[in-house]
């Protein structure tokens, strides 16, 4: 078999590794309420539709945000 063929493979076994992970986290049910709630929605809640699917690295307090970027800076 090619190496092209194999890379589309295995590219093609990783998506639906992810897709079957984002179903399993209820990807398709929360696709279905943003579109009954429609465009408004999407408005309102565009910030936080990565933290509703918990795709998010960490979590900072508002208060902590100054000493987070300062850490992350001089690292």
Do not use: C, Y
């Not at 639906?16 to 399993?24: L, T, V, W, Y």
């Not at 279905?32 to 565009?46: D, K, N, W």
């Not at 910030?47 to 992350?72: C, H, Q, T, Y």
């Amino acid at each position: 078999m090619s190496s092209n063929r194999e890379a589309w493979q295995a590219l093609l076994a990783q998506l639906k590794q992810r897709m079957a992970f984002a179903e399993g986290m209820g990807g398709t049910e929360k696709i279905a309420r943003q579109h009954a709630l429609g465009p408004s929605a999407e408005l309102q809640s565009g910030a936080w539709i990565p933290a509703d699917g918990m795709a998010f690295d960490k979590v900072i307090d508002p208060s902590d945000l100054r000493n987070e970027i300062i850490a992350v800076l001089r690292n």
